[in-house]
């Protein structure tokens, strides 16, 4: 499958080609879907689920970043990259970004504005990337 858009990335130094190694990618998809089982936790405090499906979220983005032969340093980039790695809608790529940007706010200002709303998004969109990963493994 040509990546032209990713390639281009790699022209700006946005990304690095790379090839992926299998157990990198399986480390990062069990990292990914332990997370995600445990934002699933109804007991756990909202903050501690955001963290939890948030970063289920970026490893399991990217493992299919890597999987397409590709890395990058930044999670932003490696979100953006979705809609070319595993054809994720646009609608699940913004809920993406707006739980990055809740979660800069939180690492870098001591802030994080969370509700359910957004946390039940971020596991529905956590899960799409999940499956469309698993439907790609096949």
Known sequence: MPHDQLDNLVKVGQLKAEPASESEVAGLISSGL??????????LSIESRFDLVYNAAHA???????????????????????????????EQWRILDQAHRKRN???YEGHLDV????????????????????????
């Open 34 to 43: 332990a997370r995600l089982r445990d934002a699933s936790n109804e007991t």
């Open 105 to 107: 706010m939180a690492e």
């Open 115 to 138: 509700d359910d709303a957004l946390l039940n998004a971020l596991l529905r969109t956590a899960n799409a990337v999940a499956e469309r990963l698993k439907m790609k493994s096949k």
């Open 60 to 90: 399991l983005s990217l493992a299919a970043l890597r999987k397409a032969g590709y890395r990058s340093e930044n999670r932003y980039i490696v979100f953006q990259c979705l809609k070319h790695t595993l054809d994720l809608p646009n």
